[in-house]
Nanobody, 119 residues
Framework: QVQLVESGGGLVQPGGSLRLSCAASGSIFSIYAMGWYRQAPGKQRELVATITSDDSTNYADSMKGRFTISRDNAKNTVYLQMNGLKPEDTAVYYC?????????????WGQGTQVTVSS
């Protein structure tokens, strides 16, 4: 099992910045990728960014250039630096982790952290 705890959400004005953190614990040795998804009210959950164990990153097109995903292996933590925030970035942001064991892939989710962009 893997436990994920997000933090860093809140209320920010348009154009502002926030940094989300996701701390992983449990069976973290076999995690091969982590990432962030978000879900706005009335919309489906969508990809924000992912990062693999070899630091390969992937971003949704609308986040490229504004968001940066990174990881600190010593702290078992993944970060999402969000700059130039827009009202349409308002959503619950979820941390996710993918772990493989004996050719079976397991997917874990955090509880989510609210990000609200408003003046």
């Amino acid at each position: 099992q893997v436990q994920l705890v997000e933090s860093g959400g809140g209320l920010v004005q348009p154009g502002g910045s926030l940094r989300l953190s996701c701390a992983a614990s449990g069976s973290i040795f076999s995690i091969y990728a982590m990432g962030w998804y978000r879900q706005a009210p009335g919309k489906q959950r969508e990809l924000v960014a992912t990062i693999t164990s070899d630091d390969s990153t992937n971003y949704a097109d609308s986040m490229k250039g504004r968001f940066t995903i990174s990881r600190d292996n010593a702290k078992n933590t993944v970060y999402l630096q969000m700059n130039g925030l827009k009202p349409e970035d308002t959503a619950v942001y979820y941390c996710t982790a993918f772990r493989q064991s004996l050719k079976v892939v397991y997917n874990y989710w955090g509880q989510g952290t609210q990000v609200t962009v408003s003046s």
